[in-house]
């Protein structure tokens, strides 16, 4: 513990709430949260008290969304072939089990996945777990969300830990034709390791911290500093921010 952990008050749930609130959250919302409970400093109660406050500002009506990737990789070795590509790593998925898998996006979701309620997708290595009277149609991906017109909300970390971005990266052209050409893989390797057995990447990883200032001048992402915690909200949908 270093002397800047040293500083950074014991939070509680009514404090956590009052921050949520204060950022625009309200009843009824449907919010996707990306989140570092080490963040926060001290919560008395751990990741079930910043569950609970998140639950109970949304309410019954609201819904609330965790990314909840899975620990089922195995790392395979790549080709001189494969790094001529570009293939950035290469993963054989292992069998998935939604109720037992462990996740690798924190303690938090760890902790959401088991709660009663929740439901946790099926996609052997990306799923998402949702609550709330929509959890089974949220649960089906971040495109559920954004339909739905929720929001995103970073507790603790940037738009870098934000995996809803690759549903923007797969909607909006972010790269120019020449450099999608280079970062588009053959037929032949989409084949022989299909996405529903194998989780690799190519080409550049894209910086989505870059987009952060853009975001809030634009007024679609709003910051605000409570507890030594760095919380956002992004909102998913095209009609503005949660005002």
Known sequence: MDAHDKIKPSVRKEDIKAGL??????????????????????VEGGADTVIE??????????????STHSAN??????????????ISWLFKILPYDPDKTRVTT???????????????????????????PKAEILSEGWHRLLELD????????????CTAMHLAEKRVHVFPDRI??????????????????????IGPYPDFAKLTQPCIKRVIMKTMHAYLCVSSLLTTSSKGTNE
Do not use: C, N, Q
């Open 180 to 201: 999608l050409k280079k970062i588009t893989p053959p037929k032949w390797f989409v084949e022989k390791y299909s996405e529903e057995e194998w989780e690799w990447d």
């Open 106 to 132: 924190g303690i938090i979701p760890e902790t959401f996945r088991k709660e009663k309620g929740v439901v946790r997708g099926l996609h052997p290595s990306l799923s998402i777990a949702a609550s709330g």
């Open 53 to 66: 406050a998140l639950l109970e500002t949304v309410g019954e009506r609201g819904s609330v969304v965790m």
């Open 73 to 86: 990789l195995s790392e395979d070795k790549r080709t001189s072939e494969m790094i001529a590509l570009g």
């Open 150 to 161: 929720g929001f995103i909300l970073l507790i603790g970390v940037g738009l870098d830990r």
């Open 21 to 42: 609130m204060r950022l625009g959250l309200k009843k009824g919302d449907m919010v996707g949260v990306h989140s570092s409970l080490s963040s926060f400093g001290h």
